[in-house]
């Protein structure tokens, strides 16, 4: 079945070239033209991925980043006019998933939109086919690869977004290493205008809020001063 995305955008031109690139990829296309809207229809479709404009006539998009994330990990595209990193950070750091400058390259969205939807394409299906069967476990707790799910030791599920979950994957996947922030990087972002060492820093205190049982004193992933990160895994 076709993956439903939601379009979140009040100029009707970017609307239009938006919808013909996605539905020639084959993807199942719904439109909300207000903050309100987009609300209303999240409550009655069923949505596979958000594509929010940041500047909309009612509610700013980074109000609504911040409500949906708040009832679900649906993937969250922000696309903007906004030229600021604060702006881009702020994004990131409410939950959004990733997030393209306008002008964009329809093209690279496209990709993008189905790197999140975790879509096999070309010479990552490899990748991805390797990824389903495996599953980390460690102190109780299990990060299921292939269903991109982390299950606390308590047997409840803790959602992250997807860039969160990227991070903690890279690290978990090398425990008892230190991890620099530029290879963190690589394993969230493959925007390279998007590269900072601020934005992992941004996802690591996220991941560390779900799953710390102190985020401010972390036992999981510590900090290796002018290094990066590490995640602690006991033998
Ligand atoms: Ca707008």
Same mark, same amino acid.
């Given at each position: 079945?076709?993956?439903? !995305?939601? $379009? #979140?955008?009040?100029?009707?031109? +970017?609307?239009?070239?938006?919808?013909?690139? /996605?539905?020639?990829?084959?993807?199942?296309?719904?439109?909300?033209?207000?903050?309100?809207?987009?609300?209303?229809?999240?409550?009655?479709?069923?949505?596979?991925?958000?594509?929010?404009?940041?500047?909309?006539?009612?509610?700013?998009?980074?109000?609504?980043?911040?409500? &949906?994330? =708040?009832?679900?990990?649906?993937?969250?595209? #922000?696309?903007? *006019?906004?030229?600021?990193?604060?702006?881009?950070?702020?994004?990131?750091?409410?939950?959004?998933?990733?997030?393209?400058?306008?002008?964009?390259?329809?093209? @690279?969205? +496209?990709?993008? &939109?189905?790197?999140?939807?975790?879509?096999?394409?070309?010479?990552?299906?490899?990748? #991805?086919? *390797?990824?389903?069967?495996?599953?980390?476990?460690?102190?109780?707790?299990?990060?299921?690869?292939?269903?991109?799910?982390?299950?606390?030791?308590?047997?409840?599920? $803790?959602?992250?977004?997807?860039?969160?979950?990227?991070?903690?994957?890279?690290? *978990?996947?090398?425990?008892?290493? +230190?991890?620099?922030?530029?290879? /963190?990087?690589?394993? +969230?972002?493959?925007?390279? @205008?998007?590269?900072?060492?601020? !934005?992992?820093? &941004?996802?690591?205190?996220?991941?560390?809020?779900?799953?710390? =049982?102190?985020?401010?004193?972390?036992?999981? $992933? &510590?900090?290796?001063?002018?290094?990066?990160?590490?995640?602690?895994?006991?033998?």
């Amino acid at each position: 079945m076709a993956e439903h !995305l939601l $379009i #979140v955008e009040d100029d009707e031109l +970017v609307q239009a070239l938006l919808a013909a690139y /996605l539905k020639a990829e084959g993807f199942k296309v719904s439109y909300a033209g207000t903050g309100k809207e987009m609300l209303a229809i999240l409550n009655t479709e069923a949505i596979d991925l958000i594509l929010l404009d940041l500047g909309l006539p009612d509610e700013d998009g980074l109000t609504l980043t911040r409500q &949906v994330r =708040a009832r679900s990990s649906l993937p969250i595209v #922000v696309i903007t *006019a906004r030229k600021g990193r604060e702006d881009r950070l702020a994004a990131l750091e409410l939950g959004a998933d990733d997030y393209l400058t306008k002008p964009f390259d329809p093209e @690279e969205l +496209v990709l993008r &939109v189905q790197n999140l939807l975790g879509r096999s394409r070309g010479d990552g299906a490899g990748e #991805v086919a *390797a990824r389903n069967n495996s599953a980390i476990e460690f102190d109780g707790w299990k990060i299921d690869l292939g269903g991109r799910t982390i299950t606390h030791p308590s047997g409840s599920d $803790i959602m992250l977004t997807n860039a969160e979950f990227n991070l903690f994957a890279a690290l *978990a996947k090398a425990p008892n290493r +230190v991890l620099s922030r530029d290879f /963190l990087l690589d394993a +969230v972002s493959r925007d390279d @205008e998007a590269s900072s060492d601020r !934005l992992i820093d &941004v996802l690591i205190s996220r991941v560390r809020k779900k799953i710390e =049982a102190e985020p401010k004193k972390p036992k999981l $992933i &510590v900090t290796v001063p002018g290094c990066g990160y590490k995640f602690i895994s006991a033998p």
